[in-house]
C-alpha cells in the first residue's frame, strides 16, 4: 500500500518562487536525467554498458531543483545514484555515457564507472560507491571553503538508507559544531535497496533528526520543484551568511528497481508504484507550465525531440571512443612526485628526539604553506595525548589546528574532504589502533581518489598516529597496522625510526599531493636526543638507510626494532660476527634493490618487525630477496615477529612478546652458523 501520509504531504502545494525561465531550465534538466537514465539502462541490458548503475528515474526534481542554485565556486558530493545531480551541475553527457561504457574518455578514464563521476572543475566532488560517504566528504568540502573565507558552500546528497550511517551523526555534529557551509540533502525515496526506510529508521523522520544536533530542517515535497528549490534557496542562504548547515529530507520514490544489474524478488505492490508514478516530477512540473501558459503541448514534444537527439549524439560518440589502456592506468594509481629531491643535509650538533623532530616539521611546514592544517583529537592545546602539536596551537591558531570531536570517521573524511579542495591535510589518529574507525576515508576514499576519477584528483594528506606497544596499553592500544595499508595500492606508508628520518619523511608526507599513511612508534616517542638540522629537508620515500655496515649477515628492521637489531649487532660483533643493519624506513615504497644489495654482499637475511609475523612486511621483503637475490643466499632467510596474540597487558608478557636484540642475535647465529 502506498504511504498515505507522504502522498498527502505530496499534494501540498509549496512556495513557488521560480521564474518562468528557471521552470523551463528545469524542465530541460529532467528531460535530459530521464532520457539519459532510459537509455542508459537499454544500454546496459544490450551489454554496452557493464557492471552497473542506479537510475534516479522518479527523482529528477530534487537535482533541477536544487543544483541550479550552486554556483560556480560551490560544490556538490553525491552517491550511486548521482546521475542527475551531475548532469544538473553541468557535467558533459557525452563524457558521462562514455565512463559508463569504460572509455578513455569518460570522466574517470573508463576506471572508475558510474559511481564514481566527478568533474572537479564544476565543483562535482564526486559520486560514491560507499553509502553514507558523500556526507563525511562534504564538511571536509565545506571546512576548506569556510577558510578561504570565499562565501562558496556545498550540498551533500545521499540516501534515506545513508542517514542509519555513523558517518551522517559524526558529520552532523561535526558541521553543526563549526557551523560548515553544507547542506544535507537526504533524497528518501522510501527504500534502501529493497529495505522499506520505515522499517529501519527510528524517529519521526530523518529531518527531525536535525534537532538533535540543532541543524534546522525540513521534510519536503522532492517531487515538487518548486519546494525544492525553495528549500535550497533558504539553506543556501544561510550556508553563504556563516549560519551553519541545514539538513533537507526530500521525499521521493525511484520508478526502477534499485539498479540496473538488481533482478531482485519483488518487494514494492504495484499499487504503491503506481501511485507514486501519478506523482512523478516531469508530468506535474508540465501541467503546472501548461496552467500557467509557459508551455504549449507541441512546446512540451518538441523538447523531448530535442533531449533525445542529444542523448543520441552522445551515446554515439561515447561508443566511438577507445577504451583505457593499462599502461595509462597503472600511471594514475600513484601519486606523481616531483623527481629532483634535494640531497638531505649533515646532521649537524643539535640534538632533538624523535617526538620533537615530527613537532618541527609541522612547524615548519605549516609556516611555509598556509594550507597546511591539523585535524585530530585534543591536539590544540595540550598538542596531543603525546604533546607532538603542543606550541603549534599557540602558533598557528585553532583554525589550523583543529580540535576534533571523538569521531574518528568524520575527522579522516572531513581530512580527506578538506585536501580534495585544496587544503594539505595532516590527520592524527590518538592512538593508532583507532585507525580501524577511519578506514572508509583512508582505504575507499583518499587511497583511490586519484585513480578512480581519472587521474584529476590531488588529495594530499597524511594520516599518522602512533602505534606499537611496549608501554602496557594492552592490545586495543598497541597494535602494529602498517600490512593493512601496505596492501592498498595508492597509499604510500611511511614508518621512520630516527629523529633525522621522522623530521624529513614527514616534511615529504605533507608534501605529498597523494594520501600518506605515516606511522610513529610510543617507544621512540621516549628515545634519546639525536643530531637533527634545524632548516626544512626531504627524505626521498622509498630509499632504505643502511644503519650499520657489516659483511656476515643482513639484518632488515623496522621502526622500534631497528634499534634492538643495533643492539644484537652489537653484541655480536663483540662474538666476532659482522652484521649489517637496514631501515627500509618507508614500507611503501619498499627500496628492494639496497636490501638485496646487501644479501648478494652478506649472504644471509634476517627480518625484524614488530608486528605478528603471519601476514607481515617479513614476508614481502623474504620473497623479494627470494625473487632477487635467491643464488646469493647461503641460508633461507628467516623472520621474527610477534607471536600470532593480540599484545599482552603483563609487563613481563608484553616484553616477551616483542621481538628483543637476544632473538635477533639468536637468529642471526643460526644462519650463520648453518652454512
Ligand atoms: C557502506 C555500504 N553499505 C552497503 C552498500 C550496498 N548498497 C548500495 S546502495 C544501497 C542502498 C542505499 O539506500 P539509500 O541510501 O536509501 O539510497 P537509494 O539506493 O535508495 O538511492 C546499499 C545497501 C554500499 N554500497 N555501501
Ligand atoms: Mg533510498
Known sequence: MADVTILETLTRAAPNTLTPADRRRALVTMLRIRQFETRAKELFLQGVIKGTAHSSIGQEAIAAGACPVLEDRDFLLTHHRGHGHTIAKGADIRRMFAELMGRASGYCAGLGGSMHIADFDRGILGANGIVGAGIGLGTGAALAVQLTGSGAFGISFFGDGAANEGIFHEAMNLAAIWKLPLIFFCENNQYG????????????SIAARGDAYGVPNTRIDGNDLGAVREAVEHAALRARDGAGPTLIEALTYRWDDHSMRANLPSYRTEDEEEAWQTAEPIIRLKAEMI?????????????????????????????DQPEPDMDTAMSLVATPRPSLWDSPPERGAREINYAEAITEAFALEMEHDQDVIILGEDVGRIGGIFGLTRGLYSQFGAERVRDMPISEGAIASCGVGAAMRGKRVIVE???????????????NQAAKARYMLGGKARVPVVFRGPQGAG???????????????????????????????????????IR???PVVFLEHKLLY???????????????????RVVREGSDCTVIATMAMVERAVQAAEQLSREGLSVEVIDPRTIKPLDVDTICDSVRKTNRAVVVHEAPLFGGIGGEIAAAISENAFDWLDAPVLRIGAPESPVPYNDRLERQYMPDAARIAAAVKSVTYRS
Open 291 to 319: 496552467a500557467r501558459s509557459e508551455l504549449a503541448e507541441a512546446e512540451y514534444t518538441d523538447l523531448v525531440a530535442a533531449t533525445e537527439a542529444e542523448i543520441e549524439a552522445a551515446i554515439g560518440w561515447a561508443r
Open 471 to 509: 608501554i602496557r596499553l594492552a592490545a586495543q592500544h598497541t597494535q602494529s597496522l602498517e600490512m593493512f595499508f601496505a596492501n592498498i595500492p595508492g597509499l604510500e606508508v611511511y614508518a621512520p625510526s630516527s629523529a633525522y628520518d621522522a623530521k624529513g619523511l614527514m616534511a615529504s608526507a
Open 429 to 443: 589518529a590518538q592512538l593508532w589502533d583507532f585507525v580501524t574507525l577511519m578506514m572508509d576515508a583512508i582505504v
Open 526 to 544: 621516549l628515545g634519546k636526543a639525536q643530531p637533527v638540522p634545524e632548516g626544512r629537508y626531504l627524505i626521498e620515500p622509498g630509499r632504505a
Open 193 to 204: 535497496l529493497t529495505t522499506r526506510t520505515e522499517t529501519v529508521t527510528a524517529g519521526p
Open 512 to 514: 605529498h599531493d597523494g
